[in-house]
């Protein structure tokens, strides 16, 4: 798989796709454009991968618990391949990076970040589901529990629970045209994560705010400005 890479310096963000998408998404759909100012000032850095939703959760051509088993080994490529290179690229071994994605890269963004919180410290999530249930049929197995966070993030304790409470994940969604269900599962996440003491925000935009680029190229800029300047108010660690 491709490691896109979209600047020379700054805030490092690890940049999952929506659904199916490939490494040039961000790209096609102008986010990097959008977030251009930044980018060519050296203050911020986006490395883009693709997914593999079309073998994985999206594969209906495999059974369910193949879906499931697919997306473990993209986690592996993501973890022992796609991050160390990162922090290759950074010259730091020991940095915690920023991820981000709209849809079901808002899916990846926060199960990346809850399930790695000694590597990514912050997740932006867009207009995402994080039951991925309806995607295998009613399935379960341990594959699909650990990579569904509304399974196994409200059963973490200990340890476990106490490195999850090291990231912040940041829950945005519009109210308007194709929302509904990335909004009700928006509610829901984030009643988990309250439950659980993991620190969270949640954005609701207006009812006007659709599930569509147009309005994620208006959330990432106006994110990532405040994640740059240090000014996201609702955070205070």
């Not at 290179?85 to 963004?109: K, M, N, P, Q, W």
């Not at 699909?144 to 993030?153: A, D, L, S, T």
Request: glycine share 8%; with cysteine; charged share 20%.
């Amino acid at each position: 798989m491709t490691l896109g890479v979209y600047g020379h310096g700054g805030m490092p963000v690890l940049v999952f796709p929506s659904s199916e998408g490939s490494w040039h998404e961000y790209d096609d759909y102008q986010m990097v454009e959008t977030l251009a100012p930044a980018i060519d000032a050296g203050r911020l850095r986006l490395y883009a991968v693709s997914s593999d939703d079309s073998e994985s959760w999206y594969g209906r051509h495999r059974p369910p618990h193949e879906r499931a088993r697919r997306h473990g080994l993209y986690e592996d490529w993501v973890m022992s391949i796609a991050v160390p290179r990162i922090l290759e690229d950074l010259d730091d071994a020991d940095a915690r990076l920023t991820v981000t994605g709209c849809s079901f890269g808002a899916y990846h963004a926060a199960n990346f970040a809850l399930k790695f919180p000694e590597r990514f410290e912050h997740a932006l999530c867009m207009s995402g589901v994080y039951d991925v249930r309806f995607l295998v049929d009613g399935h379960h197995d341990d594959w699909v529990y650990f990579n569904n966070p509304m399974q196994w993030v409200p059963l973490l304790h200990g340890p476990a629970l106490d490195a999850a409470r090291r990231t912040f994940i940041t829950l945005v969604c519009g109210q308007g045209p194709w929302e509904t269900v990335s909004l009700d599962s928006t509610k829901a996440f984030r009643h988990v994560l309250d439950v659980k003491g993991i620190p969270n925000y949640m954005d609701l935009w207006g009812h006007d705010v659709a599930h569509d680029w147009h309005w994620w190229r208006v959330q990432i800029r106006y994110f990532m400005h405040h994640l740059i300047e240090g000014t996201l108010p609702w955070r205070t660690t």
